[in-house]
């Protein structure tokens, strides 16, 4: 699956994101959409997958999978860093 | 599996939870643990997740499953809110 089929999780508007994954289904016809967050944005990703699951496409999308996994990166002071990560697959019943 | 097996998350010290999710697969002998957690909460649920899986008990435990759902409840003013939940479940390899 291309990176079309992703939405990233992060300080935008909640409706934005959540327009954005129901479009993903209707408008572009996407059999699949992954919902990607790191960090605090996770639980975030978690409430747009659970609206626009239940509320907007009720009915015709489940959830696939959930996936959970950590990140390294160098902060700005040179320490290494663990973030965590989500990706939650919603799917075409 | 009975309650003893969940560690509930909430704004505690961080290792407070990381601690308890180990002590329940090393003194406790359990074979699966799991980790809840609703709203802001559910991005440290994961947290607590990959650092008790990955730093703690690495090779010995994985993530068995993840579920999302949703809780209403009546706020302050009456009101019926939506909040997320988070439940990962961990198990023994």
């Known amino acids: 699956m291309g990176d079309d089929n992703s939405v990233f999780i992060g300080n935008k508007p909640f409706m934005n994101y959540v327009t954005g994954v129901v479009m993903q289904f209707t408008t572009k016809n996407a059999n699949e959409v992954i919902i990607k ?11 747009v997958a659970e609206v626009a699951a239940k509320r907007f496409l009720e009915e ?10 950590s990140e390294e990166f160098e902060n700005k002071e040179g320490k290494q860093v663990r973030v965590s990560i989500i990706e939650i697959t919603l799917k075409k019943k």
Do not use: L, N, Q
Request: aromatic residues 4%; proline residues 0%; without cysteine.
């Open 37 to 47: 967050a790191r960090g605090k944005f996770i639980a975030r990703a978690v409430d």
């Open 60 to 69: 015709t999308v489940e959830v696939k999978d959930i996936k959970i996994g």
